[in-house]
């Protein structure tokens, strides 16, 4: 019985890396609906993923009418997939579902500051991604919106979270109606370290971009942004350090005015 059951581990295990090794981000989707029931096993099955001290830390708001996908697609900067997917998930950390709970049965919750955000952030971010995983082995394409922590504020008027709420990221979920190209990756042994962080020489730097900074597309990408290097389309056009410190005072603003940063 224990082999068999561990064999259909293994098989089961094996489908799963296959999915894993073989998927890409989807961001065309066909007008196909996403069935309510199968949605909801997505997302229960999801919700066995690890949670701090068994709290969970999250809420999941499914939007799926035209009218609140409106409401949301300024928010994340117009991106079409907002309007395009059948069904936007916003995975917002939230400490008020507990808090709330506490204070009914004579308890006084301590979490209105950095490290329960910090808990309740990371248990969104797992259950979303094991959302993700079970998503895409169930044949759907599943984009993620950074677009949320840019404009958290205008989620959170959308969508009417209250205090202890806070938009931590949006999925577009739906059938593809796409097979992009997979994107490229750094080599393993770009992130790995035996033991205990080993810090990365010229060399190694050089060696580990290469492939990346030899993709006719990042070429392509350098040119058009009429830049010198990959690395400056980054800095100075996708992620500047004029966006970045704008958008965390911003985060910061909001954060405290959703009571995690009192
Ligand atoms: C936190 C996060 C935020 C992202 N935000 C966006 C986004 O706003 N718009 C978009 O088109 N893709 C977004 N993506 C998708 C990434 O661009 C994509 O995962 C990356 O380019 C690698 O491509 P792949 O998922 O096909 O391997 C996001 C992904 C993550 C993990």
Known sequence: MCNYIHSF???AQKSKMETAKSRRTIRKYKSQDIDADLLNHLLDTACRASTCGNMQLYSIVVTRSQQQKELLSPAHFNQPMVKGAPVVLTFCADFNRFSKWCKQRNAVPGYDNFQSFMNAAMDTLIVVQTFCMLAEEKGLGICYLGTTTYNPQMIIEALNLPELVFPITTVTVGYPDECPNQVDR?????????EG?????????DKLFAYKESLPENKQFVVENKKETLAQVFTDIRYTKKDNELMSANM????KKQGFLK
């Open 186 to 194: 750094l080599p393993l042994q770009a992130v790995l370290h035996q």
């Open 252 to 255: 910061m603003e909001v954060l």
């Open 9 to 11: 581990f293994i098989f």
């Open 197 to 205: 962080y080993h810090d990365y020489t010229v060399g190694e730097i």
